[in-house]
């Protein structure tokens, strides 16, 4: 029997006791989300998909991609929420030694400090203007949620570099160019921290007063499509993640599109994730327009 085999039978054993399983606390918080917002999960499909193999004496490592579809009925429509999570599994022999899935990863070598905010003028804010158009933006989150556009470069981690393309897809202004501490921009070669770092697009988002900038709001349901959120996991001040709105549900709260742990239609609030505490700390900005 193939590893790969058994991780499929093993996967369709926790499908199959969805409501009572403990093996995964993730999805555990997943499906009882649905319920909790009046919600209804109407199937969940997935699927494996191994991309990496290790073999020593009797001892085998693999890592696969879980990709789990989930069609739900919410008031009267219904949306598909879809998402790939990377499994981490070892065997002995045949025996399934240990088994874990991480639904988030991050960077490793953040920006911890507010980068600096140049003096801006009337005559740099009005030059700057632009209309966000937030259709486009919208359109082109759920073009590329789950592959990379060719124009611009990807990363493993990889979820500022596509909130800042579907902003930018919006019409939003770059600024701040060869500069990489300065603005937010995506040139030949090079970018911003601001455009890749979940942390230093926080910081710029919260002061930014020419090109791209945003309006701090307290709550998700003030958002719209077209919004982003920024995700602090552990209450540290270090903001991890960073997701991009691209539709509300029906009780007008957000939904998101996100990179690295590819996903699309995803509820905001993340308590689905491997990396969720209950320190959690968001800002939600209204991208001004």
Same mark, same amino acid.
């Given at each position: 029997m193939s590893h790969t085999y058994q991780l499929q039978v093993y996967w369709e054993r926790i499908m199959d006791r969805l409501f009572e399983q403990e093996d995964h606390h993730w999805l555990r918080k997943k499906v009882d989300g649905i319920e909790e917002r009046g919600q209804r999960l109407q199937r969940l499909t997935f699927n494996i998909h191994p991309y990496h193999r290790v073999a020593f004496e009797n001892q085998t490592h693999i890592q696969y991609l879980l990709t789990l579809s989930l069609l739900?009925?919410? /008031?009267?429509? !219904?949306?598909? +929420? +879809? /998402?790939?999570?990377?499994?981490?599994?070892?065997?002995? /022999?045949?025996?399934?030694?240990?088994?874990?899935?991480?639904?988030?990863?991050? +960077? /490793? !070598?953040?920006?911890?400090?507010?980068?600096?905010?140049?003096?801006?003028?009337?005559?740099d804010r009005e030059l700057s203007r632009f209309t966000y158009n937030r259709r486009e933006a919208v359109r082109y989150a759920d073009r590329w949620w789950d592959s990379y556009n060719p124009a611009y470069r990807s990363f493993d981690v990889d979820c500022t570099n596509y909130v800042s393309q579907c902003i930018r897809a919006g019409g939003a202004t770059t600024w701040g160019a060869p500069n990489r501490t300065r603005g937010w921009w995506y040139g030949s070669g090079t970018w911003s921290y601001s455009w890749t770092v979940a942390h230093a697009l926080r910081w710029y988002l919260g002061g930014a007063r020419k090109g791209l900038t945003a309006t701090e709001v307290p709550t998700a349901d003030q958002l719209s499509p077209g919004d982003i959120i920024c995700y602090d996991f552990q209450g540290d001040g270090r903001f991890d993640h960073n997701t991009f709105v691209v539709k509300k549900d029906a009780n007008g709260m957000p939904l998101v599109n996100a990179h690295t742990s590819n996903s699309r239609h995803r509820y905001w609030a993340y308590e689905d994730s491997t990396a969720y505490t209950p320190d959690i700390q968001y800002k939600f900005y209204k991208i001004d327009d």
């Open positions: 739900i009925k919410s /008031g009267r429509k !219904n949306f598909l +929420e +879809e /998402g790939h999570y990377h499994g981490d599994a070892r065997f002995i /022999g045949d025996e399934l030694l240990d088994h874990k899935v991480r639904t988030e990863m991050f +960077e /490793g !070598n953040q920006i911890s400090k507010p980068l600096p905010m140049d003096f801006t003028t009337d005559q």
